[in-house]
């Protein structure tokens, strides 16, 4: 009967923790609990160039908002940007809370700390206007090929690069016109309305399975960048970015009045602050208003010619 428990408690002995347990060694164990997401891989990379060097060594027990603090200055001195150590909270936060909960510390060092972001203007002056340009560029650019016109056309259309880049065939219900986002940033499945104009063109090169943005050299895995590609657009747009075409959707479906819940939704946002205590996100109803947003600035312009 010994030996078996023995047996037992050897195979639990990851979650057997004890007072001599070192930060690098519980965040490991937090780590591998994690979805396999882009988002899980940079906060892993972030701890460990960032974090492990300073007090990754230190014992859970041990670590004191000081040591926190001490490890955001190396940042700073290593000229991160603010949003950058930000993350570093972020990383913390739920690791020590996690350490609380097996009663190995009795207060988050984290509580307290907090990192000034300088404040950035987002609204964009005549969104509709520029959004208008935009796909003009896009459409003269990528007319003849349409794997990247569906590319930047949903980039337009508010969804970030990692998650377009991951987006899977099997995902995307041509017959509905809607597209599951699995990979998200804030870790949730979301269901996305599918853009007639953007469904027009996956439809030139479509498979039944695998990745819709495939990588021509390595086999099995989507493209990595498009950065040549954006270097052509930033050619008659110099200020054009990915990023940026999130800040322009959103400011023209403003211009339009449409409102701040469905704004966040079709940017794939789970809160609108205080918001968010009393309403649920229609990701489908908010991508559904930029997609239309983009479609009646199309047919206005006659940016792209599409077929029935």
Known sequence: AEFLAIKEKAKDMSLDFDDKIILNEFARIHFEKLPNTV?????????????????????????????????????????????????????????????????????????????????????????????ANILKVINNLFQDNPFYLSFYLLAVSGKRKSEILHLKWENIDFANNHFLIEDTKNGEHQLHSLPYFVKTELIKFKENEGWVFQSPLVPNQPINNVEKQT?????????????????????????????????????????????????????????????????????????LETND
């Open 39 to 131: 988002w899980s891989t940079t906060k892993i990379v972030h701890y460990r160039k960032y974090i492990a060097r300073y007090i990754g060594s230190k014992k859970v027990i041990d670590i004191k908002q000081m040591h926190i603090r001490h490890c955001m200055r190396k940042q700073e001195q290593l000229s991160l940007a603010p949003r950058t150590i930000k993350t570093t909270l972020e990383l913390l936060n739920p690791i020590f809370k996690e350490a609380i909960s097996n009663r190995l510390i009795t207060f988050n060092p984290c509580d307290g700390l907090s990192i000034k972001i300088p404040k950035t203007k987002k609204t964009v002056l005549q969104a509709s206007k520029e959004l």
């Open 231 to 303: 270097s052509k657009i930033k050619e008659s747009i110099p200020n054009f970015t990915l990023h940026r075409l999130r800040n322009v959707i959103v400011s023209a479906m403003a211009e339009q009045g449409i409102s701040a819940t469905l704004m966040s939704a079709a940017l794939g946002h789970n809160n609108t602050n205080t918001l968010s205590k009393y309403l649920t996100l229609g990701y489908m109803k908010g991508s559904q208003q930029a997609a239309d947003l983009i479609g009646d600035i199309i047919s206005q312009s006659e940016i």
